[in-house]
């Protein structure tokens, strides 16, 4: 964890030391020190890392280290903010070194010199811990091979082993199931991989699975190795060795204790050879653990399996590649299997007394569905008493400091602290900055990939962006299941997450632990200096003089309150280390002028406000890469703007949301002469065009977007378009809309779009399909919206490699679409909006052939549902939005519809109408008796637009 603090300050001090010019007059060999002293622990504290935790002394050395790095970079900070600063290039590498320039004649202050002279006397004591240190960790890791211990943790995996029968609630249907995989006919060796977060129950699971009298019967050899993380493979073999000797009461080959592991697999393949063996691997971390057992299993068509227990999806995934195995994923409890398991538990199988019902669901919802968590937690209210109401509030309002301190749910803590302990260390800090968000918070992508990189968490590799690096950061907690995906982009990837109630117990306390991040869920003990503070709901907890002044990030959620918002205000004064700064959703009437004091911010989120101006001011914020201003009132920005040579994502526009989309339902900002010299932008949205062709030609220079969106666009507009997004080779993501939806949106000059286009949005009318379309091989999603095309728009669509999602808003005049065989490969998600002319909807068998979401809404012509739609066997959901009652009827079970054998292969099917200010969803039963014609399912009361897909 100090690892990444002290990289950041090696980086930083690297590019100022750098400079020919004497920097610091007397201090630069004092600042060398540091870095060097830095540079010599760095690779130290990545192996420190694995055994901080059981060495109490060590823990103290590194949290020293951590202080040091951040105490050097206050300093250095504390005196860039009196320099002035010219700014020209990219980066952190481009503002250091323009701003060594500046410091050429810069006097340090006494108090400056005193704070370098006490970093210097600290650095050397530091510098003698690591000597001793190195020394010692060279003797712990004698006994490790992969360089770190599982220590009392690896004590724990064996208490999943033995949890009753009545502990099990929810497990028969699993076994049943992997019972199936086990034993059906299929001969090869197959794999098959059980993977799910820690505390899950998989290795209860499993453990039931292999004692089974029926797996027992089926198989002629059995043996069950726990992995974990620090195995040793020879260890693992000759254990392997051992049990299936045992299990045909025969003598171990002489000379296997001495064996290496080359020949000890071949005793196991000369033995499983002929046989129809299967073999559990329990607690598997890594591709090369199964890597280094594969080869030992001999694969002869009898039938055998090989089942794994793992906490990793990639482990699952390639473990079965080879063998076409099953990846078998466990979810957690349903809602009534978690309550009964808990009645079990805590009231011995009786029903929870009615005063403590409400208490005991919150209890429950913190311990989202994981059995272990359930039965720890119901063993300790277990032996409370009942009519100590307040002891039971205790538990629900505080669980964090119980797992803390609390003997009987150490277990479980430690269980939960094996993944993060397993991450690299450049995940750590990743990881527990999602302490940042409140309890069921959804965390949103693209703002988390920005958050972490300015705060400095993301190091830069040869040939990606910081973007793409972050990107394969949060992929990687994905797989690790540490990060659960709850909704996903059409290409699959993650647009929302969320972390489970008890790892982010357990980060909120490793956090605060590591003065990482601070949230106003402590009450107390915060530490002395604060260095990235989330406020949640109320600045109720929140006092001044607890954090002093140099926070490097403020972020808050759920501030609605005049009060809190009030004392928001006061506490910017003192905020001007910051770097990040997030005030969404806080009512605020204006721009704080604090803020323009904040020479060191790089992202400031005013998102969902009430401002309505933007200050000429922001000039100051030299070094900002983020500006974000979604759902705020302004719509026109200060020239001064163009000033801030490093702004990479300028975001503003704010939507008016409607039960359908109408065509004015986002307004954007009015676009700026000069806007071109913003060269770093990589997202710019949403600009209105309305400045004339030489505004919008200047666009041409920002060839670093990877997203634009351009409102309010003329048919005259269309030549000066075209020519920019050309020369944009880099942009994953195109939304032009023109002023009105009869106004032309022509696109007919483009001959050569952007190579990478994932994401392409038109609004406006087409005169001629932009036939360059068919060219965009990464496509993802297109919308046509208003395009009233005439051209059949399916003949130039059909065959792009990419694609998963197509939707038509009065997008098409023509009376019939056929979706021919064999075509849309890839195609998942497909919406027909207001398609009015539209009376016919044919596909062939073969297309499609992977479509899981199909909705048509307000098509009055259409007549009948798709024909050909029995043969699109991968639909799950088909919607049907306001369509007339005649279409509706030919579906109806209840009435015999015609139809309704068609779409009874289909999970769920809907119809839904706006009524009365909600939408009203009725489902299509599979069973007439339990259906009413009109009856609604669902009745959701609410403004908002219906989302489209």
Known sequence: MAESAVYFLIEKLTILLSEKAK??????????????????????????????????????????????????EDVIDEFLLHSTLNHGRHGIHGFLGELCSSLKNFIFTPKVASEIRSIISRVRNIAEGHQRYCYKLSIQEQGSSSGFVDYSVNDCRGDALLLKEGELVGIEHHKQNLIRMLIEKDLGLKVISVVGMGGLGKTTLVKRLFDDSVVKKHFQNHAWLTVSRSFKIEDLLKDTIQQLFDEIKQPLPEGTG???????????????????????FDDVWSIPAWEAIKYALPNENHGSRIILTTRLINVASSSCIETNGFVYELN??????????????????????????????NILRKCGGLPLAIVAIGGLLATKNMSRVGEWEMLNHS??????????????????????????????PCFLYLSIYPEDHLIEHNTLIRLWIMEGFVKQKEGRTLEEVAEGYLN????????????????????????????????????????????????????TRVRRLSIHNTLEHVKKERYGTRARSLLTFGVTDVQSMLNILQLLSSFRMLKVLSLKDVPLPAVPKAIFTMLHLRHLSLRNTKVKVLPGSIKKLKMLETLDLKQTYITELPVQILELHHLSHLLLYRHVVYSYLPYDCAYGFKAIKGIGRLISLRKLGYMEASCGSDTIKEISMMTELRRLCLTKLRREDGMAVCSSIEKLHNLRSLNLKSTEEDEVLDLQYLSSPPPFLQRLYLTGCIEKFPIWIQSLHSLIKVYFRWSKLRDDPLQYLQDLPSLVHLEFLVGFTGEELCFKAGKFQRLKLLNFDKLEPLRRVVVEEGAMPHLEKLVIQRCNLLERIPQGIEHLIELKVAEFFDMPDEFIKTMDPHRLGEDYCKVAHIPEVYYTFWRDGGWEIYPLEQNPADMNFRQPRTVIRTQGRRNSL
């Open 23 to 72: 920097l610091f007059k007397g201090v630069r060999k004092d600042f060398e020190y540091v870095r060097d002293e830095l540079e010599r622990m760095i690779a130290f504290l990545r192996v420190a890392d694995g055994f901080e935790e059981s060495d109490p002394e060590l823990k103290v050395w590194v949290k020293q280290v951590r202080e040091i790095a951040n105490d050097t």
């Open 399 to 428: 669980l964090g400091p119980e797992l803390e301190g609390n003997d009987a749910l150490e277990s479980m803590k430690n269980i939960l602290l094996l993944s993060f302990n397993d991450l690299p260390y450049y995940l750590k």
């Open 476 to 527: 990687e907690l994905i797989n690790r299941s540490l990060v659960v995906m709850v909704k996903t982009n059409d290409d699959g990837s993650l647009k929302y997450g969320q972390i489970h109630d008890l790892y982010r117990e357990v980060i909120l306390s490793k956090a605060r632990e590591q003065n990482l991040v601070t949230t106003n869920e402590q009450k107390t003990m915060w530490p």
């Open 332 to 361: 957690p409890l349903s809602e009534e299997e978690s309550w009964t398991l808990f009645c079990q538990k805590t009231f011995q199988g009786n029903s929870c007394p009615h005063h403590l019902i409400e208490i005991c669901s």
């Open 258 to 280: 001495s064996m290496n592991s080359n020949r000890l697999k071949e005793i196991i393949r000369e033995f499983l050879l002929g046989r129809r063996y299967v073999l559990v």
